[in-house]
Every structure is written in C-alpha cells, then in structure tokens.
C-alpha cells in the first residue's frame, strides 16, 4: 500500500512531467476527446418550454443524471447529481439561478434536503453583472446603470444580503420564503446563515450559504492555500455529510468552478481510503464525475489548479482546528512544486485572474491548431511511466538473424502505423468539434446583431407610433369640440 508521501511524489512528478513539456492544453484536450465518447441524452432540456431555464444553450443536463422537481408546475431545472463510485459524497452542481428559475433552485434545496449552498462566483465579474439586487429600486437603478453601460445581466441574485422587511423573499408558486439570519465575512469568502420556509406546513431550516470571492472566471485562485481553507470550512460546517442531503454548488455555468471544486473534494476524500492510497488518477476521476454533467472543469488552468491543490493538501496540515495550525496564505508551498509560475505575493487575495483563456462558447472544446504540430511526440511522451520517464533501452537482440530483424521491423512499422492512424482519427474529431462550436457561435452572434436591429427599429417606430396616435387624439379631440359649438 502506498503512503500519502508516495501518492504525493507521483502525483507531484506527473504534474511536474505535465508543467515542463507545457502540455496543459493537450492534456485537457485528451480529456475532452474522452468525454466526447459520452453517449448521454438532454432531451428534457431541449423542450421548448424548458429552453428559457437553461442560462446557456450549449450547457444542458443529462436526462439521466438532473434534478427532477415534484411540487409546483414546473418539473425542470438545469442540475445534476454528480457521484463517485467509493466516495461517501454527493454533490448538485446546477446554474447560477435565472429570474425565471430562482424558485426552482429553493424548491431543489427545500427537496433535496440540502444543508448547504456554495456560491463560486462574484456578484460582478470583469464589468459583468453576475446577480442583481431584489428590490424594485434597486433593480430600475441597475436598469439605467445597464442602458448606459451596456452591461449584460447574467444571474439573479436569490438570496437575502441583510436583516430587512424587504429583503424577506417569498415564492408563492412553490410555497416557500427566504429570510435573512446573520453572516460573517472571512475575507476571501463570506458565510450566510439563511431561514428556508415551507409556507404550508410552516417548517423550518437553517441554510449554509457559502459565497466564495476569490475566484475569477474562466481562471483559477492565485494559491490553492484561501480555497483549501475554504473547502476546510465547508466540510467542518457538516454540509458534507452523509447525514444531510447533497450539497447544492453553482457558479454561472455550473461546470467550470463548480466541477474544479467537486473534483479536488472527491480526490482528497479517496486518498482517505484504503484504495484511493493505492492510487488516485485525478483525469480517471473527472472523467468519471463527467458522466454525471457535462463539461466539468473547463478550462486547462483549472485542471492544472486541481494538481496544485491536492499536491499542497498532502503537504500541508489544510485541515488543522486552530488557525495556527494552518499553513500561511502566502503560498509558499507552491514552491516545492517544480515549474509552478504561481509566485508569491502581498497581494495573494486580490481578484485579479492570471490571463483567461477563450470565451465560454470556446472554452469546453477551443482548438490550438499550432499544438498539433509535435502531436506523434506528444503521444509518444503519454506513453511513458507514471513519473513521466521514459522506460530504459532493450539490450541489443543476440540474434542477428536479418530476417528476424525484417519482421520486428515490420511489427514496429504497423504498430507506429496504427499509432499514426489513431492520432489522426483524434485530431479529426476534433477539428470536427471546433466546427460545430464554430458555427454555434457564428449563429449565437447573428441572433444577437438581429436582435439589436430589432431593437433599434422598435424604439424609434414606439415613439413615432405614439406621437401619431397622440396627434391623432389632439384632432380628434379638436374636431369635436369644433362640431360639439356648432
């Protein structure tokens, strides 16, 4: 069996073998290619009446997998259950709520018996609003601040930031309300005590909401060190347990962030076990929870921060009582990996992202045709040990039988074949990948250029239609009131 210091060494040199060839990008490809076999059906997202509950057309649940909502008129909602084999955890990754859908995402907690919520997301991302306000002046101020400035409305905000009449929310299509209890800031993450009602029979329970701050889109923490704290207090809330329903876990897809947390949770949970300490594969692993949602980690950054943070788990006390205990937020233990371009800083917890990588539309299957370049070699290098060494050469054959030499020859020069044939067979789905998502995006663009020409005929023709009938009344009006003296 092996340690926890044999598990880190390997997984420690398989990043390392990973960091100095660069192969972070083909590394996820793989991943995706792999997933790509995933034969699963979203024919319940796709309904037409569904459609406007999906914040992302290209993000949809599997059939097999989502949450299916039995009280009120709606059945659907964009959430998956997401388990692994052997591992006592459950997790809900589902989207940051829509307007349309903010009381269905209260439903699936009051349903499902959640304890807890983590939120990965900021309210406001790169000049994007991610949730708005639930006032009526707050939401008319934000309307003119987004008129302006353009700005696009990406998620609701559904739950209560202060101890306030107002802000007490109430779902009456699904017989449920929200209250404010209390909240305290740690910095990077907030925590929020919340009151969940059922409106029926008056039922009470007290919801964990779990707002991390320190997370760009699309990016990756600075240092694993805030998140492992983070994740620390998670699991010490007993939001994890067994004992409670499955945790409910968002960011905007519900696949980026929320996937990275899931995956670096369940790796640290199996290398509690028995067979995890024989050996934990972390892309296994997340090809595994992929068949439960699509997409999960999006991105070849977070992937890399999946490594960096249960290598620094194995080398850390991250889950000590007293915060004394723990290792310092200045991520010195990043050092000890080899090739990490994560340096330490006074400025560790500011939200500024490294760079991001491509739009979303782009991001799940983005092609780097130049990678392909050195493709065979690439290959080749995947097919060395686990510690990324290549195996030593064969001794010299002590028969020089030149006919013997032909046939390994030629038993070499058909398996390099079919190595040959199998790349291009990868390279060709995927290039037939990057297509599609191509043409997607090509038509999303297009739908929104007619929808601002729509737009920009409507508002002149309102007001032109308004000023005539207005002139129409004024004759109208005048008319009268000539014939009425007569």
């Given at each position: 069996m092996h340690t926890d210091q044999q598990v880190k060494k390997r997984l420690q040199d398989e990043f390392n073998d990973i960091e100095s060839k660069n192969m972070w990008n083909m590394t996820f490809r793989f991943v995706e290619v792999e997933s790509s076999k995933i034969k699963k059906t979203s024919d319940e997202a796709k309904k037409p009446q569904n459609k406007a509950l999906n914040r992302y057309q290209d993000v949809s649940p599997y059939?097999?997998?989502?949450?299916?909502?039995?009280?009120?008129?709606?059945?659907?909602?964009?959430?998956?259950?997401?388990?692994?084999?052997?591992?006592?955890?459950?997790?809900?990754?589902?989207?940051?709520?829509?307007?349309?859908?903010?009381?269905?995402?209260?439903?699936?907690v009051w349903e499902q018996s959640s304890k807890a919520i983590v939120m990965l997301n900021k309210v406001i991302e790169k000049k994007k609003v991610k949730y708005i306000f639930y006032t009526?002046?707050?939401?008319?101020?934000?309307?003119?601040?987004?008129?302006?400035?353009?700005?696009?409305?990406?998620?609701?905000?559904?739950?209560?930031?202060?101890?306030?009449?107002?802000?007490?929310f109430v779902w009456n299509d699904v017989g449920l309300s929200v209250e404010f209890v209390s909240k305290i800031n740690h910095g990077f993450?907030?925590?929020?005590v919340l009151k969940l009602n059922d409106l029926d029979s008056g039922e009470s329970r007290e919801i964990y909401h779990f707002h991390y701050t320190d997370w760009p889109d699309f990016g990756v923490p600075k240092t694993p060190t805030p998140f492992l704290?983070?994740?620390?207090?998670?699991?010490?809330?007993?939001?994890?347990?067994?004992?409670?329903?499955?945790?409910?876990?968002?960011?905007?897809a519900g696949i980026g962030r929320s996937g990275t947390f899931c995956l670096i949770d369940t790796c640290l949970i199996k290398m509690n076990t028995p067979e995890g300490l024989n050996y934990v594969h972390i892309r296994t692993l997340l090809a595994e929870m992929r068949k439960c949602r699509l997409g999960l980690v999006q991105a070849p950054e977070q992937l890399r921060f999946v490594y960096q943070s249960v290598i620094e788990a194995l080398d850390s006390n991250w889950e000590a009582e007293h915060e004394d205990n723990l290792p310092s937020l200045d991520g010195s233990l990043l050092n000890n990996i080899s090739g990490s371009d994560c340096e330490s800083s006074d400025s560790e917890l500011s939200s500024e992202?490294?760079?991001?990588?491509?739009?979303?539309?782009?991001?799940?299957?983005?092609?780097?045709?130049?990678?392909?370049?050195?493709?065979?070699?690439?290959?080749?290098?995947?097919?060395?040990d686990e510690n990324g060494l290549n195996p030593p050469p064969l001794p010299p054959p002590r028969d020089l039988d030149l006919s013997k030499s032909n046939d390994r020859m030629d038993t070499t020069n058909t398996k390099d074949e079919r190595n040959k044939n199998k790349i291009e067979e990868e390279a060709e789905k995927i290039k037939i990948m990057a297509d599609k998502l191509k043409i997607m995006k090509r038509k999303q663009i297009?739908?929104?250029?007619?929808?601002?020409?729509?737009?920009?005929?409507?508002?002149?023709?309102?007001?032109?239609?308004?000023?005539?009938?207005?002139?129409?009344?004024?004759?109208?009006?005048?008319?009268?009131?000539?014939?009425?003296?007569?």
């Open positions: 059939d097999e997998t989502r949450i299916i909502l039995k009280r009120g008129n709606v059945s659907y909602i964009n959430a998956n259950l997401v388990q692994v084999c052997n591992c006592e955890r459950q997790y809900i990754l589902t989207q940051g709520p829509l307007e349309n859908s903010t009381s269905h995402f209260w439903l699936m009526m002046f707050q939401i008319a101020y934000l309307i003119v601040i987004v008129n302006i400035f353009s700005l696009k409305l990406k998620c609701h905000q559904y739950w209560p930031k202060k101890k306030k009449d107002n802000d007490k993450y907030a925590l929020s704290r983070f994740l620390r207090d998670v699991r010490r809330s007993g939001s994890l347990d067994p004992s409670h329903g499955p945790i409910v876990i968002h960011c905007s992202a490294p760079p991001l990588p491509p739009p979303r539309m782009e991001s799940l299957r983005q092609q780097d045709e130049n990678d392909y370049d050195d493709e065979e070699s690439l290959v080749s290098e995947s097919d060395s297009e739908q929104e250029k007619w929808e601002q020409i729509k737009r920009s005929w409507f508002y002149p023709l309102k007001n032109i239609g308004i000023g005539i009938l207005a002139l129409s009344g004024g004759v109208m009006i005048v008319a009268y009131l000539m014939n009425y003296k007569k």
